[in-house]
Structures are given as structure tokens and as C-alpha cells.
């Protein structure tokens, strides 16, 4: 390097921002993450990087708003463990700052013979995962519940709630910045370096360093991961779930929160109605692969990301295990009439007429190479860089457990770090 450039690189790097931990993603996961690590240490110098002009604005506010209670997910896995204890934890963060929230129960219902078999083994997870008073329903105590609903079995899940998770992030956002920590909107880090005993990030208007650096980037968690050196052997691929709302003249058709028994061969939960903690009665999502890892609608489209996703063998081999299905999403995407065919196996008296089209949201989805979705968190650790690579539903209600988790695997690492 010349002189002149071995100066300015020397001025550059006494001008950094220094923090002890710096936070790429200000999602309800990353926002998380740094309340509890200024809980667990006050006084800790922290930012969270967010490359939007504001926090929580993707896949942390675009969501269904459901509090989910555990019943779906692996027992033993980080996604049972961490829901059950973040969903006590988001219940008193509700209470305590006095955010909107409803513990109003939901209902998994089996609409046809076939399906009570896999109805058995949802409710045994249930089981396994320590929820209480969960029960197995009848057609009659059903049509008691959601009197609208036509179905031959179902499981009663009272613990099943709604919030409004942007909210939820948002005051998470609050309580950092009243902690000392610091948050900075608009900054898109696009180089990490490891340097030394530092981690120095930069983007185009703004440069730091730090001890730690921990990623919570999303629908960007592998391409974060990637520049801070890790090669996560996932991929994200973007799944855009698409909604419609009820009528208000027919929402007396859902009291709360109705589910299909999901396809044990689909990784998603099926289309179903959401009551809307602010009001209203959602239906959906859907699941289309988005051509663009931030596309809201079909037209978006960023040729460069959908050329990764169709040439990555993962996406290759899902796509060839589930074309048939796939295409049923397709052409619920794009055709009203259809989308409520599905809705209709729920609740037969729903028709065209009764839903209008509302908003939509991205998932991201971490696909290994053969094709599998992964159906765990997955955080990757090395020294000086935490990266959360994969956090899919039910993140926003284990949000605080997460945060948690990455928390402490933080403060390991920063006692013994120079």
C-alpha cells in the first residue's frame, strides 16, 4: 500500500465507531438479542445495524400476529425449546409494557377421515412438549368453538394467542436505546472483516468495529454469514405467503383462530383465518417462491437472486419433491377462485364475494443442499462472530428466548475476548 494510502487507512481506523458488540439486523430476533444482552450487562456499548430507514420492517411486522404455543415442532428441538420458554417470556413483556395481546385459543381441525391420523400426531407433540389442556374435540364441541366450521375430529390448543409482533419490536427497539445501546436505521453492512481482536463492518455511510459481531439478518442471514467468513452449508429461499381479509359483514364466520391439519409431505401449516389483534379476519398464506428475496408481489422480481435460487441444487431437488404442490400454491397466487377453495374445506360457507386481497409477507427458509428444509434454528459460532443463519416460525413468539440464547453464547465469548 503507497503512503498516502497506509495514512488514510490509519486515520480510517482511529475514526471508527468501537462498540463491545455490534448487531447486523434490527428484525424482532436481532432487537431481541440486544435487550438481553444490555439486560445481562448494562453498560455494554452496542448497536444494532438495521439497512432500512426502520426497525422490524420485513418478515418481524409482516406476519399473521399468531402467539403459537409449541404444538408443531420436534420435541427436543431449539424451535420447541425456545417457544415454550419465550412464549412465557413474551407474555409478561406484553403485560408488563402493556402491549396488545389475547390468549384466545385456536383450533387444528381434520376436515376428512384421512386426516385423523396426522391430527394423533400433532396432539401427541403437543403432549410431548409439555403443553396443558390440550383436548381432542368432536363435531359438536367444534361447532361450539367456531360454530361455521365443518369437520369430523379436532384439537382444542388454549394456549394459542395473537399480538402485534411490530409492536412487540418495536418497544424491544425502545427499552435498547433507554439501556444505552444504540441503533442506527439505514445502514446496509456490506463488508465484514476479521481484524486482529476486532470486527470491523462497513457500508457505504457508516464504519464500526467491535469485540463480537452477531447477525440476525433474515432473508440475508446466509449472505451475512458468508461475508463474516462462515460457510453455512444452507441456502435462503424466499417464500412469499400472500393474505385476503374477510368482509366485515361476514367475519362472524371465524371467532378466533382456525388451522388445517397440515401436509406432512409440505413443510408449510396450510391456508387458515387469523383474528387480527387490531381488528379484522385474515386468511392465508399461501406459499410461491418469491423472485426476489423482499418480493412482496408477483411482479417483483430481482434477477440476479431468483438466477441463485434456480441454480442452487437444493432448491432443485425441493422443487422436483414438491412440483405437484408448488404448483397448487401457484395457482392459488394467482387465481381468487381457487385460494378459496381451500379456505372452503374449513369453513363451506365462505365464497369469492365474502374476501378481499390484503397484504403479503416473505419467509425465509434455510434449503440444505439435497433439498431438505431445515426445521430448527440453526446458529453458527466462531470466534468473535455469531451468525442466526436459520430462525423461521416461531421466531417472533421465541423471540425473547432467542435473543436470550444468543445472548449468553455472546457474553462467553466476550469474557474471554481482548
Sequence with gaps: MPPAGKLKHALNFFRLKKYDTLIIGGGIAGLATALQLMRQRPGLKLAVLEKEDTVAAHQSSRNSGVIHSGIYYRPGSLRAQNCIRGYGMLLDFCREHDLPFDICGKIIVATQEAERTQLDNIYQRGIENGLEG????????????????????????????????????????????????????????????????????????????????????????????????????????????????????????????????????????????????????????????????????????????????????????????????????????????????????LIPEIRSEDVTPARSGVRAMACAPDGALLDDFLILEKPRVINVCNAPSPAATASLSIGQTVAERALRQLETLS
Design 134 to 345: 390440550l383436548r381432542k374435540i368432536g363435531p359438536e364441541e367444534i361447532a361450539q368453538i367456531e360454530p361455521h366450521v365443518r369437520a369430523v375430529e379436532a384439537v382444542w390448543v388454549p394456549q394459542a394467542g395473537i399480538t402485534n409482533y411490530g409492536l412487540v419490536a418495536k418497544k424491544y427497539a425502545a427499552l435498547v436505546k433507554q439501556s444505552g445501546g444504540e441503533i442506527h436505521t439505514g445502514v446496509r453492512v456490506e463488508k465484514i472483516q476479521i481484524s486482529g481482536n476486532e470486527v470491523v463492518l462497513a457500508s457505504p455511510n457508516w464504519e464500526g468495529s467491535a469485540k463480537l459481531v452477531i447477525s440476525c439478518a433474515g432473508l440475508y442471514s446466509d449472505k451475512i454469514a458468508q461475508r463474516s467468513g462462515e460457510h453455512p452449508a444452507v441456502q435462503i429461499l424466499p417464500f412469499r405467503g400472500e393474505f385476503y381479509q374477510l368482509k366485515p359483514e361476514r367475519e362472524h364466520l371465524v371467532r378466533n383462530l382456525i388451522y388445517p391439519v397440515p401436509n406432512p409431505n409440505f413443510p408449510f401449516l396450510g391456508v387458515h383465518f387469523t383474528r387480527m389483534i387490531g381488528g379484522g379476519i385474515e386468511a392465508g398464506p399461501n406459499a410461491v417462491l418469491a423472485f426476489r428475496r423482499e418480493g412482496y408481489s408477483r411482479w417483483e422480481v430481482h434477477f440476479g437472486e431468483l438466477l441463485e435460487t434456480l441454480r442452487f441444487p437444493g432448491f432443485r431437488r425441493l422443487a422436483r419433491k414438491h412440483w405437484r404442490y408448488g404448483l397448487d400454491e401457484m395457482r392459488r397466487s394467482f387465481s381468487k377462485d381457487y385460494f378459496v377453495q381451500a379456505l372452503q374445506r
